[in-house]
C-alpha cells in the first residue's frame, strides 16, 4: 500500500502533468503496479475491510486534490458553464465566444476548449457546475465536489459487494485504481457524478428487487449528470422486476429537468456538434472509416446521386444529400446502428444487474468515436467487481493516449496499437462478465 501511495505522490510533485508526459506515466505505471499487491494485501486483513478500502481510496483522492486539471481542460469548461448559468444565461444556446457572454469572459476564458460550442452537459452536471462557479476558489470546489461523488461510489460499490457476498478486494480495484483517482480529483472530470448515481442505482436494484422507484430516481440522477447511463436504463428496467414503472418513473423525472433545455429551440446545439464532429481513438471507428474511404463508398453513394437526379429529374431534392457523403459519417451511421442492435440484443436478458451495466456501458464505449482515458471511469467499477481483465487492462492502458496531445506522438497506428491490441486480445480469450 505504500507503493500505491507513492505513486499517487509522485503524480502530485510532478504537478504540471501535461508538461512532463514521461514522469507522468512512470508514476501511473508505478501505482498501478502496486494495486496489485495492494488489493491482494486485504485479504491478510480478518475484519475491517470495507474500512481499508474506503479509508485509503479517500486518502489517494486527498492526495491528487491540489493537480492543477493540465492534462484536460474539462474542469475549466465545466466552471464556465457554470458561471453562465449562475449569471441567469442559457449556456445550451450561448457558446462561450456568444456576444451576450463577453461580460463574464475573464483569464480562464482563454484557455477555454471549443469555444465555439455550446455546452453538452445534462442539468444535473450544471447544477453541480453553478455551485462550484459560485464559490471564491471554482476548480478547487469543483474537484472537491466530484472526488465527494467518486468516494459516494467507491462506498456504493462495498454495499453492492457486501450484498452479493463478494469480497471488498474487487472494489479496490477501482477505489484504489490510479485512473480513477487521477481523471476525478486530478482532473476534475463530471463523470463521477454519473458513476455514483448509476452505483445507486444498482445498488438498489440488488438491495430491492421490485420495488423499482428508487432505483428508477438514481437511473433518471445518472442519465442527468451525463448521458452515457441512457444505454443501461433497459436493462435496468428489465432486472426491476417493474419494467413500466421503471422506465416511466424515469421518463417523467428527465422529462421534467429537461423541459427548461429543450423547449428554447429543441436538442442543444453543441450536443448535435459532438455527435457529429467529435472524434480521438475509437477503437472500432479509426479502422471502420478509413476502410470505407479506401473501398471508394463516398465516390459511389456520389454517382447514385447522380444517377437519381437525371432519371428522377428533382435536382434540389437529391442535392441535399451530398452533404452527408462522407466516410466519417458514414462510419457513425453503421455504428449507431450496430449500437442499437447490440444493445436491443442485451437489454431484455435476465443478467446479473452488476454484469449487464458493465456490458451495456462497454458496448457503447467500443461503438464511440471518441474515447478520451476518463470514459473508462463508467466502466471500470463493474469490470472491478466483474473481474473482467480485458477492461482492467483498458483502464491502464487509456492514458497512453494522451500522449498525441501532449508528447506529439502520433495517435495512429503505434499508440492506437498499444492501447486496443492487448484489449481486444483480452477480450477474445474472456469476453464475458460476471461476478462469479
Sequence with gaps: MALLVTGHVGLLATFD???????????????????????????????????????????????????PPTLSDDALRYVWDGKVVASGFDPYRSSPDAAELEALRDESWERLPHRDVATVYPPLAMAVFSIAALSPAPVPALKGLLA??????CALLVAIARRRGLSPERVAWYAWNPLATLEVAGMGHVDALGVAAAAAAVLLLVRRPGRP???????????????VPVVALPAWARQSGRPLAFGLVVLALVVLASVPVLLPGGVPPGLVSYGVS???????????????????VEEAIASGLDRLKLESGEHDFWNRFYPFNYPRLHARALLGLGLVAALARFAWRRADPIAATGLAFGTVLLFSATVYPWYALWILPWAALCRQPAWLALAALLPLSYLPQHAGVPLLPWVFLAIWGPFFGLLLWRPSWSTA
Excluded: C, M, Q
Design 278 to 296: 467529435w472524434e480521438f481513438n475509437g477503437p472500432l471507428y479509426e479502422p471502420l472509416w478509413r476502410a470505407l474511404d479506401r473501398l471508394g
Design 213 to 227: 422507484l428508487a432505483a428508477a430516481a438514481a437511473g433518471a440522477a445518472a442519465v442527468l449528470a451525463k448521458l
Design 148 to 153: 465527494g461523488a467518486d468516494l459516494a461510489a
Design 17 to 67: 502533468l501535461s508538461s512532463h508526459p514521461a514522469a507522468t506515466l512512470f508514476w501511473f505505471i508505478l501505482a498501478l503496479a502496486a494495486l496489485v499487491p495492494a488489493a491482494r494485501g486485504l485479504r491478510s486483513l480478518r475484519r475491517g475491510r470495507a474500512l481499508a478500502v474506503l479509508g485509503l481510496a479517500a486518502l489517494l483522492r486527498l492526495l491528487l486534490l491540489p493537480l
